[in-house]
T-cell receptor
């Protein structure tokens, strides 16, 4: 009965590689998000999709490309990984209103060597 | 720019004591939320307080909001070892399309 799930939980890879993180929510929410949490626990929004449409795109390098095949899924593809990409990436969802509670996935810890 | 600033950055107390964490923010808001993050886990929503509310309770949690000072506090009463976690405030930053802006969190350690 997992609400927001992410795979993989851990990802260790070499610089320059391309990797993807997947996210799925079974809450029927319209809006999904990707956040990046750095080593100091600072959490920053990267992208937001509402019903498969991109609505928030923060200042994120073009190497990061989100993709939403349907409103229950939001994947994150990262090209040419760099050391600075090492972080924990969280997916979240909410019903869509700006005042709504967000539901977070368990996170994907990405380590770039 | 970062919206929320939590204070203190770290707090260590004994079981049974109360824990108070503060959050300050910079812009007008529609609401402010508090989340908890256990080590190695995702964030869990605790409580949401709207800009026209001054205080809200949920179990052992009490949240206050002072929009004139752009600040909020989270009080956990009768703390337990299981309350050990990082606590984050998040604001909607006014009308910013539904995105939440998080502070850097307060790391709470409750010793048994």
């Amino acid at each position: 009965d997992t609400a927001v799930s992410q795979t993989p939980k851990y990802l260790v890879t070499q610089m320059g590689n391309d990797k993807s993180i997947k996210c799925e929510q079974n809450l029927g929410h319209d809006t999904m998000y990707w956040y990046k949490q750095d080593s100091k626990k600072f959490l920053k929004i990267m992208f937001s999709y509402n019903n498969k449409e991109l609505i928030i795109n923060e200042t994120v390098p073009n190497r990061f490309s989100p993709k939403s095949p349907d409103k229950a899924h939001l994947n994150l593809h990262i090209n040419s990984l760099e050391l600075g990409d090492s972080a924990v990436y969280f997916c979240a969802s909410n019903p869509g209103g700006p005042t709504d509670t967000q539901y977070f996935g368990p996170g994907t810890r990405l380590t770039v060597l | 720019s970062q919206q929320g600033e939590e204070d203190p950055q770290a707090l260590s107390i004994q079981e049974g004591e109360n824990a108070t964490m503060n959050c300050s923010y910079k812009t007008s808001i529609n609401n402010l939320q508090w989340y908890r993050q256990n080590s190695g886990r995702g964030l869990v929503h605790l409580i949401l307080i709207r800009s026209n509310e001054r205080e809200k309770h949920s179990g052992r949690l009490r949240v206050t909001l002072d929009t004139s000072k752009k600040s909020s506090s989270l009080l956990i009463t009768a703390s337990r070892a299981a309350d050990t976690a990082s606590y984050f405030c998040a604001t909607d930053g006014g009308n910013q399309g539904g995105k939440l802006i998080f502070g850097q969190g307060t790391e709470l350690s409750v010793k048994p």
